[in-house]
């Protein structure tokens, strides 16, 4: 059943369409009004697949309407606009503002039949691009919010060994190892020419203050915590002469073994 919510104040045009639905096996007109605000509050309260909307209404408009859907309502039902203005100015601007289709009242084959054909067509089309909308939408959020949960496990992990929450060296270091785990030969990425100038611009700090910060926070760590904490929680050798492993040693060796 596609459900339908009527924005017109012509009565006569309102009865046209009444008959045309209550003729139809497949629609429903769940409502009618010539206001702007009560349509607000029936498209909030009900689920509607198509509004018929005219552009003058008794109270308020379609335009203004046309702007208030896209503020107030996350899913918009196909939206059918119906009237009798032929300025391209204005056209052009309800299509702008997210009519799907115009029909203009003194087309010759103007009917609220045809208008019903039109929906009949188009708004299985409709619905199958508002479902790859979201789709894509919830793909990107997902995607997004993986990162985030990644970033923070990384960071969670490193402050095992003793590196300080949310200090520029913390963070930079996670962010390192999280593009080395996104790489997909992480054996052909350099952290100085490839993950320093990344992180800089992203930071808008220079490439020598990134390796200066994550630099000053592996000799805190090697100078502050245990030898035994430091051997369970990064086991891979680093040079006794420098007593700490090297920013791309030890942000590598991080990556592997994470991704382990």
């Not at 607000?40 to 209404?57: F, G, R, Y």
């Not at 503020?71 to 601007?93: G, M, Y």
Request: aromatic share 8%.
């Amino acid at each position: 059943m596609i459900k339908v919510l009527m924005v017109e104040d012509d009565e006569t045009v309102c009865s046209a369409f009444e008959i045309a639905i209550h003729n139809h096996a497949k629609f429903m007109l769940v409502a009618k009004t010539g206001s702007q605000t009560e349509a607000m509050q029936i498209l909030k309260s009900e689920k509607i697949d198509v509004i018929l909307l005219d552009l003058e209404l008794e109270e308020g408009d379609g335009i203004h309407l046309l702007d208030d859907m896209r503020r107030a309502l996350k899913v918009l039902p196909e939206i059918i606009t119906v009237t009798n203005t032929s300025s391209e100015a204005v056209l052009s601007c309800v299509r702008e503002k997210g009519s799907d289709f115009i029909y203009q009242k003194q087309n010759g084959a103007y009917s609220p039949v045809n208008v019903l054909e039109i929906i009949e067509m188009t708004l299985p089309y409709y619905k199958r691009k508002l479902s790859n909308r979201q789709q894509r939408l919830a793909a990107e959020y997902n995607v997004e919010r993986e990162k985030e949960y990644r970033q923070t496990y990384v960071e969670h992990e490193i402050e095992k060994l003793g590196f300080r929450p949310k200090k520029k060296g913390t963070i930079f270091i996670s962010e390192a190892i999280c593009m080395l785990l996104d790489a997909k030969v992480p054996e052909n990425v350099q952290v100085t020419n490839d993950i320093y100038p990344k992180i800089s611009r992203k930071h808008q700090s220079s490439i020598g203050s990134v390796e200066k910060c994550i630099r000053n926070a592996i000799e805190r760590v090697w100078q502050n915590s245990e030898l035994a904490l430091l051997k369970t929680y990064y086991p891979f050798y680093w040079d006794p002469n420098t007593g700490r492993p090297t920013n791309a040693e030890f942000i590598k060796n991080m990556a592997a073994k994470l991704k382990e």
